[in-house]
């Protein structure tokens, strides 16, 4: 690990004026803020991350799970992993997001990991995370070592020439399933940035994961009010039963009238390059009946554009599996 200062912000204004110090918003930048520190210690200690400045934002006011005056939902960014979880207005309104949170990591980094830091969330792609390899993500223009070596675990949707790197997260996921918003502050005051805008695809860039500026903090995560008759449900498939990051999952919400799906949000996990919303498969669902053959159909359709590598093209029929058996499990 390299030498670094610390630092404490007082209040979200000072978080961002030490972040703009940040010459990048990716890695080697200057700055950078911890909460849970659950993923940005890990790369310090492998020198993937190296800022000469962390800053604690632990103590800022934003670790509250709020009702917004529409009926949505505010999530402060430094809600922990478990306490959204184990929110009784989440378990009732929004399961597929509380079902996610619970099936990644570990009770204790549950415990510890924020709303904001699974949002940032990095690459678990063995080469991004050892800097004696090329890898376009932690250096651009040096290859990807990925693509002709190890890639059991990578992403079969959304890659490019420079990049097959998959997102981790499981929250993201449900996220974007929900159409999450996301809040963010810098310097020049607020946005909003639909979840479907905010993860960016790596083409030539692979470096620039999201829409994050230097300066930039996460604020508040903001869900639509649920839908009336809506379920969601979230699967995860792994190697193992516990702590293991996804081979394939998927978020679902779904809204049935008189036999026929009139609403279906699809998001998968684990075989995209970011959490992946399919339209092919929503399109595919609406307006048929909540049959296993309207659910394979869907499935066909989400995976129609995957282009595996030479260890991961398995994930492409068990993103299928997956899909159809989560959008079972809803419509049963």
């Known amino acids: 690990m390299e030498p670094f200062t610390f630092s404490r912000a007082a209040d979200p204004a000072q978080a961002i004026t030490a972040g703009a110090a940040a010459s990048t918003a990716q890695q080697g930048a200057e700055v950078r803020f911890v909460a849970g520190g659950t993923t940005l210690i890990d790369l310090m200690k492998l020198d993937v991350e190296t800022p000469s400045r962390v800053v604690d934002i632990n103590h800022l006011p934003l670790a509250k799970v709020e009702r917004t005056p529409d009926g949505g939902l505010r999530i402060g960014a430094l809600v922990r992993n478990s306490d959204l979880a184990n929110n009784a207005e989440v378990r009732r309104d929004y399961a597929v997001l509380s079902e996610a949170l619970l099936s990644g990591a570990s009770g204790q980094l549950r415990n510890m990991a924020t709303t904001g830091g699974n949002l940032l969330q990095r690459t678990r792609c063995v080469y991004f995370r050892d800097t004696d390899t090329p890898c376009n993500k932690r250096q651009p223009g040096s290859g990807c070592s ?13 890659t490019s020439d420079q990049c097959i790197a998959s997102n981790p997260s499981d929250m993201n996921v ?11 502050r810098g310097v020049r005051g607020e946005r909003k940035v639909p979840i479907g805008d905010f993860f960016l695809l790596p083409g030539d ?8 500026m230097p300066g930039d903090l996460i604020t508040d ?6 839908r009336a008759g809506a379920r969601s449900h979230y699967l995860k498939l792994r190697d193992r039963a516990s702590y293991e990051f996804a081979l394939a999952s998927a ?10 799906i009139r609403h279906a949000r699809v998001a998968l996990g684990g075989v995209g390059t970011r959490p992946w919303r399919s339209a092919e498969a929503e399109a595919a669902l609406i307006g048929k009946p ?10 066909e359709a989400a995976m129609r554009d995957a282009r595996p590598q030479s260890q991961n093209g398995f994930k492409i029929e068990l993103a299928k599996r997956c ?10």
């Open 146 to 158: 990925a693509i002709h070596g190890f890639n059991r675990n990578l992403a079969v949707l959304g």
């Open 174 to 184: 449900a996220l974007t399933a929900l159409e999450a918003v996301i809040v963010i």
């Open 205 to 212: 860039t692979p470096d620039r994961e999201t829409v994050m």
């Open 221 to 226: 995560v903001l869900l639509p009010p649920p």
């Open 251 to 260: 978020a679902v919400v779904l809204e049935s009238e008189g036999g026929a």
């Open 290 to 299: 909540a049959t296993r053959a309207a659910f394979a159909a869907a499935a």
């Open 323 to 332: 899909l159809a058996s989560a959008l079972a499990t809803v419509a049963a």
